[in-house]
């Protein structure tokens, strides 16, 4: 068996990153099985050499190797690219067409972007995987093949298997070894030695001055996120070469083809909530209502004090913290001098002593208490649905939950008990 140093160096791939061995390790290990193997990372990370080494070093390196960029075939003619179709199958089906499975018959198939595949490819390629059999597009015969197939995907194949884009079992049929290579971000001491190699290559290729970079360029090389990762800084590489006279390069002359540079701060980023599936924009929408409801609920305390009570600054006084809360200010901000004389008339309800009045008064304010009949049905379901999305997302803590939809949490425990949590 070849070492790791060996591999990369007859692969042509650069670095000495332990997470990078580790996965040329793992290639070199399970090239000489027939396992299925799923390569993750990032775009541009270089997942296309590791299917090249499991072929090299397997016993299958003399049949055929095969990639396929899955993400790159439109969906109607996918099945016919993989598998093969019959003479007028479909309009321009003029001829039978041999598949890949059928062509590389004894080889490796490499799967690329393979989390882009439509659904009914996935049952198709599930059982090619399961039993080696497949069927072309617009025949009944059963054919059967003997690919070893490595795979690879730059997404969150969990994600996808939520939302129901990618199914499960063919996942882990594809993943029974998985490697995972590492972004450039994290191979910090690989990127000037990548920067130098390519540098070297579009030198000779365009028979110009190998491009250098000065001590400050390399400090900001290191610091950049790349994004792009190893494709990026090769394209930056091929850039500069071609576009600087002055072939060494100053950070001044680098900041140029970095895109964004001094811009790459730290975000909080929500991975749950994407695909504009307009989740967020909704639960923003129940929380303001959340919000209104609550504060009407405030409002109608402090409308029945004064109808009660009659004393408006006694009533200021005594619930000033809510006053706050409803408006914003404090209770000594606001004072009667601060109040229209058509609001003062409102406020100042008249206190009556005697039964018969205190009926008419009520009689008279009987608006108030249908508010509570008004409320719709649905408002109280969303209002449900967001205490147990906040419960949920804070692991059942009512401290946290409450804080997240600005009530108490002892009004927090008491919606709980109504609508039985």
């Not at 004090?305 to 006084?317: A, I, R, T």
Request: negative net charge; contains cysteine; glycine residues 6%.
């Amino acid at each position: 068996m070849e070492s790791v140093q060996a591999i990369k160096q007859r692969f042509g791939i650069i670095g000495d990153d332990p997470k990078l061995n580790r996965a040329v390790e793992k290639a070199i290990q399970v090239a000489p099985t027939d396992i299925s193997v799923l390569v993750t990372g990032e775009s541009g990370v270089g997942k296309e050499s590791i299917p090249k080494i499991i072929h090299a070093l397997s016993h299958r390196k003399h049949g055929k190797y095969i990639a396929v960029n899955c993400g790159a075939i439109p969906e109607g003619t996918i099945d016919s690219e993989l598998f093969g179709h019959e003479k007028g199958a479909f309009t321009g089906a003029t001829q039978t067409r041999n598949g890949y499975f059928e062509v590389a018959d004894g080889g490796t198939i490499f799967l690329d972007e393979v989390g882009e595949l439509p659904l009914p490819t996935q049952v198709r390629l599930l059982r090619v995987l399961e039993n080696g059999e497949f069927i072309k597009v617009g025949s009944s015969k059963v054919q059967k093949t003997n690919v070893r197939i490595v795979a690879a995907t730059n997404i969150n194949m969990f994600e996808s298997i939520k939302k129901e884009k990618f199914r499960e079992d063919l996942y882990y049929r594809l993943s029974t070894v998985e490697i995972n290579l590492p972004p450039l971000r994290e191979r910090k001491d690989d990127i000037h030695l990548l920067f130098r190699k390519f540098a070297s290559d579009f030198g000779l290729k365009y028979k110009m001055p190998t491009i250098k970079l000065e001590d400050e360029a390399v400090k900001l090389l290191l610091k950049y996120r790349w994004g792009g990762n190893i494709r990026q800084l090769r394209n930056i590489a091929e850039q500069i070469s071609v576009l600087e006279q002055n072939r060494v390069i100053t950070a001044e002359d680098l900041r140029h083809y970095l895109p964004d540079v001094g811009s790459n701060l730290p975000a909080v980023i929500s991975e749950k909530k994407q695909e504009g599936d307009f989740s967020n924009e909704r639960e923003i929408l129940y929380k303001v209502l959340f919000d209104m409801k609550s504060d009407l609920n405030d409002l109608k305390k402090l409308t029945l004090k004064l109808m009660q009570e009659g004393d408006s600054k006694q009533v200021q006084d005594d619930n000033e913290g809510l006053i706050q809360k409803i408006y914003g200010n404090s209770g000594d901000d606001i004072d009667e001098a601060d109040i229209d004389d058509d609001e003062l008339n409102v406020l100042q309800i008249p206190q009556k002593n005697n039964s018969a009045s205190n009926q008419e008064e009520k009689d008279k304010y009987y608006f108030a208490e249908e508010i509570e009949e008004e409320e719709t049905l649905s408002l109280q379901d969303k209002e449900l649905e967001l205490i147990k999305k906040s419960l949920e997302r804070h692991g059942g803590k009512r401290k946290a939950a409450a804080e997240e939809l600005g009530i108490s949490e002892r009004t927090l425990y008491r919606k709980i008990k109504q609508y039985n949590l």
